[in-house]
């Protein structure tokens, strides 16, 4: 078995597995950390990043030697500066996962975990000769097309931000300043796809459900499991008849709106391979969820905004139900909350619509019958607006002080950017931080500088490090793989050294663009009789409870399946032209099929010599052995020997004498 890792980054896996000669890749997340290198695409002009120095190029250097006028002019226009840090001035490009590590059309399927593990799908499906099957839950599919269709409509709803190509140009990456310069590779940045990739794309998925056992190809099952993490998002079980993997990303066993946690099938794998862990471990969800809801109450009794940025599906669950018993407590049902986005109403309505992928609390509202969530509630009592664009109603509705939810959480494109450039400037507004991918730093490094107040209050539900020790423990693989930044503390927490994934043996890593060769070999493979075979069996009674039948048969590969069908059934296969096949002259068509009845038993000797005397061999001498007999045929110069497990013939090539040798043995046994 073989691992490929098209990517680095352990909460936007791309993993391809090499078993059984059938190729599965799990989870196609994308890269979003490539945008805070750029500055943010606003759909109106704006006057404070039109303003923004450009970068000067050293003509100066050795590294300038051959380039043109006109290279360096577009090179300054692509880098500006803000703040002390450059930019790329341009329409912010994404990072996808390692494409060229192996041939995407050898990929027999991809298996989806999550919403937010399938944004890369497109450049694949779309872009690369992949002719493979897709599998994801309903939940994932639906949801995960809201979010390609958000980003999708962020990056090309302003048509006049250009591309910035040059600065990406090997020859010009040691003339950038820091930390472009450090960017590696930039050269497989790509633009973000079209509505019209989207769709095409999500025609190419097939839905599944829990506990669905999918077939593939005929030699494995995939079988997706709750992983408790979001709607809808699961873990994967892939299995042989004699072989187990498992694939466990982005899970969480706290208490949430989605279905819990499922560990029956995870156990006892041959191979466990763990990804998507909680990227902020040492915050409790529940403490940071409290803090959100104090700093949102804080900022509006002053008298400020409260801008959220996240993403439509997700988080924002939890988060408005929180949000609204909490402003209903401390009497702030007054302030209006705003939710943004191109999919916020569709969003909110699968919310509801998949009830039977929520938790039993969830879902035992729908026999009341009540909504699972209570944004539908809030959106009736108008506490909640939902709008898809800044633009029509929004702006005669808008109304301070207020909350507003929208994207993208990156602060590069969205109408995230154009509350940040409209409340960045007073320090009564809060911009709150709640999604655990994000880098608040990064994302408000080209904000600066900044008056407004900042609150970091990352929720993150998945598995933290300590809590994947004790489930790799329970669940008792006999090999782990995990990314290799696992094997050492987080960079934000370096002296927190019992942050690590530990296991006995110890585990195998990856990192991007890494090959692994894993300890699981084929040794067994199922073998099916075919109902014309099985029809013909007649077991006999060795001992009690226990029968033995002899099976003659001829093996049929295919498809996968292994099926051992009649030996004549393969001698009268039809041809094409519908007339079965005539038996060259020169072989034997009773040598080609084997004898339908095996002898078994022990060989009484002296029932033996009686066989041979009514043949008319009388000549014969018997001596014993530690492990069986010799018989001696003087007068045929023939040796017998017969032990527990085998009967050796030792003669002149008397084929009679063979014959009648061969018929004496077998009547000393039981037909099988």
């Not at 006028?69 to 996808?96: M, Y």
């Not at 799908?121 to 599919?141: M, V």
């Not at 040492?282 to 109450?297: L, R, S």
Request: glycine share 4%; net charge negative; charged share 20%.
């Amino acid at each position: 078995m073989k691992l490929y890792s098209l990517s680095e980054f352990p909460n936007a896996p791309c993993l391809v597995v090499k078993f059984k000669k059938l190729m599965i890749m799990l989870d196609c997340g994308l890269d979003w950390t490539t945008g805070y290198n750029y500055l943010p695409v606003t759909y109106l002009p704006n006057a404070r990043l039109a303003t923004l120095p450009a970068w000067t190029v050293p003509t100066q250097t050795e590294d300038t030697t051959g380039l043109t006028a006109s290279d360096l002019k577009t090179l300054q226009k692509e880098i500006r500066e803000c703040s002390g840090r450059w930019f790329v001035n341009g329409l912010p490009e994404l990072h996808v996962p390692e494409l060229g590590v192996i041939d995407l059309s050898l990929v027999d399927v991809i298996l989806l975990s999550n919403f937010h593990s399938m944004m890369a799908l497109p450049y694949i499906t779309e872009y690369t000769d992949f002719k493979g099957e897709i599998y994801a839950t309903e939940p994932t599919l639906q949801l995960g097309h809201l979010l390609m269709e958000d980003l999708a409509d962020y990056c090309h709803r302003n048509s006049d931000i250009a591309q910035a190509e040059k600065w990406k140009s090997s020859a010009f990456l040691n003339l950038l300043p820091a930390p472009l310069r450090a960017i590696v590779d930039p050269g497989c940045f790509k633009k973000c796809y079209s509505s019209e990739d989207i769709k095409s794309c999500i025609l190419k998925i097939q839905p599944c459900t829990y506990c669905q056992k999918l077939d593939i190809f005929g030699a494995l099952q995939a079988t997706a499991v709750s992983s408790g993490f979001m709607i809808g998002s699961c873990n994967w079980v892939i299995q042989s008849d004699f072989e187990k993997i498992v694939y466990m990303s982005g899970s969480s066993a706290l208490t949430t709106h989605p279905s819990p946690l499922d560990l029956v099938l995870l156990k006892n794998s041959d191979v466990l391979i763990v990804t998507g862990l909680s990227q902020v471990p040492q915050n409790n969800p529940d403490i940071m969820i409290g803090e959100f809801c104090n700093t949102v109450a804080t900022t509006v009794r002053a008298g400020g905004n409260v801008l959220v940025p996240v993403y439509s599906t997700g988080v924002i669950y939890d988060l408005l139900e929180c949000l609204y018993n909490y402003m209903e407590t401390v009497g702030l049902t007054h302030i209006p909350v705003f939710f943004v986005s191109p999919s916020a109403e569709s969003s909110l309505a699968y919310s509801n619509i998949y009830a039977e992928w929520l938790c039993s609390a969830k879902q035992s509202k729908i026999y009341i019958p009540e909504p699972p969530f209570i944004h539908d509630d809030m959106i009736k009592k108008t506490r909640l607006k939902t709008y898809p664009f800044l633009h029509g109603k929004f702006s005669s509705h808008f109304k301070t002080p207020c909350v507003v939810f929208c994207g993208h959480p990156h602060l590069r494109y969205g109408d995230s950017v154009h509350f940040m450039e409209l409340w960045g400037g007073s320090a009564l507004n809060t911009v709150a931080f709640v999604e655990p991918d994000v880098n608040y730093l990064e994302a408000l490094a080209c904000y600066q500088p900044l008056a407004m107040k900042v609150s970091y209050c990352p929720i993150d539900t998945r598995l933290t490090h300590h809590d994947a020790n004790k489930l790799i423990k329970n669940l008792k693989p006999l090999n782990v793989v995990i990314p290799q930044s696992y094997t050492s503390p987080p960079p934000s927490l370096p002296t927190q050294t019992d942050l690590v994934i530990e296991a006995n043996p110890s585990p195998f890593t990856y990192q991007r663009a890494s090959v692994l060769s894993l300890p699981v070999r084929r040794m067994y493979e199922k073998i099916e009789l075919s109902p014309e075979l099985a029809d013909k069996l007649s077991p006999v009674e060795v001992k009690t409870d226990v029968a033995l039948c002899g099976v003659t048969g001829v093996l049929s590969m295919k498809d996968n399946k292994n099926i051992l069908v009649p030996a004549t059934q393969v001698n009268q296969e039809p041809t094409q032209t519908g007339r079965k096949r005539k038996h060259p002259s020169n072989i034997d068509p009773i040598d080609e099929v084997p004898p339908v009845k095996y002898a078994w038993g022990s060989v009484n000797i002296h029932d033996f010599v009686r066989n041979l005397s009514d043949v008319n061999i009388t000549d014969v001498k018997v001596e014993d052995l530690p492990t069986g007999h010799i018989v001696i045929l003087q007068s045929e110069d023939t040796i017998i020997q017969i032990e527990e497990n085998s009967t050796h013939i030792l003669g002149q090539g008397n084929e009679v004498l063979r014959k009648n040798i061969r018929d004496a043995l077998l009547t000393c046994l039981y037909p099988l």
